[in-house]
């Protein structure tokens, strides 16, 4: 367990990392981001444009206001989403505050919108006690938000967050070490295991994605990410997180759609059925109306 590196210190270890894991672990479809290398120089103004430079913490900042640019649309119950909100709002200024930077409240609101439904839908019906949402992977992780409610709700949580690019797993690396107070990473430790006993924050690339135990995880997280991988990147990682999902766990996948916007024109769901995940819940809303971004949950089968 390492206290997080500030600065750019972290992207000079990842930079380093994958450098001597190229050859045998990284090939170019496993670390790219096929959504922005063929849309590269096309985002919004605020949007962090260079996914490769990490200046430092502040850029977490950038990413927030980035979140701002998305509709709060919500027709969930306030009166269950309301402390969610709060208290997630609060810990992401307490991380903020932590690493010296002061943000305006609507800032952290749009994210802690999110990641209220996010940790809400899972977990929305009543489900037997086996199937408890402890141990989490989430791939492409963004900055980790979906760390946060999970370590203030879930005691003896595990959460490991999953990328390949630069700025997002730097980003990660801050911002998880902050709000658990560090974190086991692969990229500065050259080394990653989970058993039984782990818990807290870990962080691993892709390109390492053979260090994960089979049948480990209750819950993988997929939000905003796989319409934006390559087809061979976006099968590969559902038949990873078949693999690495316990029989029973869950696929939580929330993102437009291959309907409203599937720019790498992904099959998600053949892919799905194909791997054996069954649909188990996919509420009937519009995209952008009632919510920005459709949640489904498929779950791997227990037997
Ligand atoms: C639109 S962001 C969504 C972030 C986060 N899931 C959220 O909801 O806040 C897409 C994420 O996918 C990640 N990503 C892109 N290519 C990836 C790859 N090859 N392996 C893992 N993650 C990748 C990006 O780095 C980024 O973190």
Redesign the pocket.
């Known amino acids: 367990m390492s206290l997080p590196r500030s600065k750019a210190a972290i992207l000079e270890r990842f930079g380093d990392r994958l450098q001597a894991d190229r050859a045998k672990h990284a090939p170019d479809w496993?670390?790219?981001?096929?959504?922005?290398q063929v849309r590269a120089g096309k985002y919004p103004a605020d949007y962090p444009q260079d996914?490769t430079r990490y200046e430092g913490p502040a850029d977490l900042v950038r990413w927030f206001n980035w979140?701002r640019g998305a509709p709060v649309l919500n027709y969930l119950p306030l009166d269950r989403l309301k402390p969610l909100i709060e208290q997630a709002e609060a810990r992401d200024r307490s991380v903020l505050e932590r690493l010296g930077i002061g943000v305006e409240p609507p800032v952290l609101r749009a994210?802690a919108l999110?990641d209220a439904q996010?940790y809400l839908f899972p977990r929305l019906y009543p489900r037997p006690e086996r199937h408890r949402l402890r141990r989490v992977l989430?791939?492409?992780?963004?900055?980790g938000?979906?760390a946060n409610l999970l370590l203030a709700l879930e005691p003896g949580a595990t959460y490991v967050a999953?990328?390949?690019?630069a700025?997002?797993?730097c980003l990660q690396h801050v911002y998880l070490g902050a709000l658990a107070g560090g974190l086991a990473d692969y990229v500065e430790e050259g080394r990653f295991a989970l058993d039984d006993t782990a818990t807290g924050c870990h962080h691993l690339p892709?390109w390492r994605h053979d260090l994960l135990p089979d049948g480990y995880f209750d819950l993988a997280?997929?939000?905003?990410?796989l319409p934006?991988?390559s087809p061979l990147?976006a099968v590969f990682?559902v038949e990873l997180l078949r693999r690495v999902l316990r029989p029973g766990g869950v696929l939580y996948i929330?993102d437009h759609g291959a309907v409203d916007w599937n720019p790498s024109g992904i099959e998600l769901a053949r892919y799905l059925e194909a791997s054996g995940f069954w649909l188990e819940f996919r509420p009937m809303l519009r995209d952008r109306v009632d919510l920005h971004g459709l949640p489904r949950i498929w779950r791997k089968p227990e037997a």
């Open positions: 496993l670390v790219g981001w096929h959504y922005q996914f979140g994210f999110l996010d989430d791939f492409g992780a963004g900055f938000r979906q999953m990328d390949a690019i700025l997002p797993y892709t997280i997929c939000s905003q990410v934006e991988l990147l990682v929330r």
